[in-house]
C-alpha cells in the first residue's frame, strides 16, 4: 500500500511540475509585454449597485483618464442610497458621461447580468472596457494600455484586476496570492489557446463579441458569472489575448475579515461548475494535485517510506512552484507574497477545501 501511495505522489509531483513549468510558465516566463497605441473610440462600462462611497472615491480617477476618445456608461442597478444621485449630478457634468437607469424587473430583480445588457446597449462604442464599482485603475492610462492590446482579431482583452496591499496583513496576502494564482491561470491557458475565464474587475471586448453569443442568454439565471462565464462561451484562441502591462491593472479594496472573504470566494467558486468540460477538468486536475500534494507525503513520512525521496520530491516541488509563480508575481508586482509561499499556499488549499464543501450543501449568495 505504501508503495502504491508513493507511486501515486511521484504522478501528483509530475502533474504539477506539468501545470506550473509547462502550462503556466507559458505566461510566467513570457516576455514583457510592449504597446502599440491605437486610437479606438472606448465605451467604460461601470455597473453599480448601492456603491456611493466607492463611485465618489474612484470615478475621479476614471474622469480624468489620458486618453483621446472614450465616454463613460454609469450603469445605476435600482441603488436604495445616493449612488443614483452622485450619477445623475456626474452626467450633467460630463459630456462624455452617460447615465443607465434600472429598474426592478420582476424577471431579472438583482440580476447584474441584465443592468450590463442595458449599459452594453447603451453604449455608443463598439469596443467596451468593464470594470467595477469599487475598481479604479493603476494610471491615466489604463484605457491606453487596456486598448493597446486590441488588434483585427483579438477583439477579448483578459487584464489584472489586483487587490490592494494592507501591511501586516496574513489575510491580505492570501488574498493577495489567490487573485495571482487565479490571474497566471487564466493568463497562461489564453497564451495556450484555451482561455476560458476573466474578471469584471478589468476586461475588454469588442461589442460584438457580446452579441454572438446572445450576450448573458445562456446564463442569465446565474446570478454570478457575468465576466467568467462569458468569457467561458465566448472567448477562444483566435479571437483572445491578455494584457499585463502595469499601468493596465485595477485595483480594488480587499475583505478585512475572513468571513466577508470566504463568502465572496464561494459566489466566485461557484459559477467554475458551468464551465465547459474541458476547462472544469483542467481546474479540477490542479486543484487535486494541489491537495494530494500536501496530504500523500504526510502518510509516507508518517511511516518513513523512502523519506529521502519524498523529501527529494517535495523540496523539487517547491522550487520549480516557487520559480514559476516568482516570475508571474513580478509580471503582476506581487512579489512580497511570494516570501510567505508555502505558508499561504496551504492555508488557501484548506480554505479551497472549506468552499468545496459549503457549497455543496448551501448555496452562496449573490449580487442583490
Known amino acids: 500500500m505504501l508503495l502504491i501511495i508513493l507511486y501515486l505522489f511521484i504522478s501528483v509531483v509530475v502533474v504539477q511540475f506539468l501545470y506550473y513549468i509547462v502550462f503556466f510558465g507559458k505566461f510566467s ?7 502599440t497605441p491605437k486610437k479606438i473610440p472606448i465605451s467604460v462600462i461601470v455597473c453599480a449597485k448601492n456603491e456611493e462611497e466607492n463611485v465618489k472615491n474612484f470615478m475621479p480617477l476614471l474622469l480624468e483618464q489620458d486618453y483621446y476618445d472614450f465616454e463613460i456608461v454609469l450603469i445605476d442597478d435600482a441603488s436604495s442610497d445616493e449612488t443614483l444621485d452622485y450619477f445623475e449630478a456626474l452626467e450633467k457634468q460630463h459630456s462624455h458621461v452617460k447615465l443607465v437607469k434600472v429598474e426592478n424587473n420582476e424577471a431579472f430583480w438583482g440580476n447584474k447580468k441584465y443592468a450590463l445588457t442595458l449599459g452594453i446597449k447603451a453604449a455608443k462604442n463598439e469596443y467596451l ?7 479604479y485603475p493603476m494610471s491615466k492610462n489604463w484605457i491606453l494600455n487596456m486598448s493597446s492590446q486590441f488588434t483585427m482579431h ?13 501591511a ?23 497564451k495556450i489557446g484555451k482561455p476560458y475565464m476573466g474578471v469584471g474587475r478589468n476586461l475588454a471586448y469588442k461589442r460584438e463579441e457580446f452579441f454572438k453569443v446572445n450576450g448573458f442568454i445562456d446564463h442569465m439565471k446565474i446570478r454570478s458569472g457575468d465576466d467568467d462565464l462569458f468569457i ?66 504526510i502518510i509516507l513520512l508518517a511511516f518513513e517510506f523512502q523519506w529521502i525521496l519524498v523529501l527529494s520530491l ?11 509563480m516568482g516570475f508571474a508575481a513580478g509580471k503582476l508586482k506581487e512579489k512580497d507574497v511570494m516570501y510567505w509561499f508555502p505558508i499561504i499556499e496551504i492555508a488557501l488549499i484548506l480554505t479551497q477545501l472549506n468552499i468545496f464543501i459549503s457549497n455543496t450543501f448551501s448555496k452562496p449568495v449573490n449580487w442583490r
Open 129 to 135: 472596457l468593464f470594470t467595477d464599482a469599487d475598481c
Open 168 to 190: 501586516n496583513s496574513f489575510l491580505n496576502k492570501m488574498i493577495r496570492f489567490e487573485t495571482l494564482l487565479t490571474a497566471t491561470q487564466y493568463f497562461a491557458w489564453a
Open 29 to 35: 516566463f513570457a516576455k514583457p509585454q510592449t504597446i
Open 314 to 324: 517535495i523540496s523539487f516541488r517547491y522550487l520549480f512552484a516557487w520559480i514559476t
Open 154 to 166: 483579438k477583439t477579448i482583452i483578459l487584464g489584472y484586476g489586483a487587490y490592494e496591499k494592507i
Open 232 to 297: 467561458n462561451q465566448a472567448a477562444n484562441k483566435a479571437n483572445t489575448t491578455i494584457c499585463y502591462l502595469p499601468d493596465s491593472f485595477t485595483y480594488s479594496k480587499p475583505k478585512t475579515s475572513f468571513k466577508d472573504w470566504f463568502t465572496q470566494k464561494r459566489r466566485h467558486v461557484s459559477t467554475a461548475k458551468n464551465y465547459k468540460l474541458f476547462d472544469r477538468n483542467q481546474l479540477a486536475i490542479f486543484y487535486c494535485s494541489q491537495l494530494l500534494f500536501f496530504v500523500l507525503p
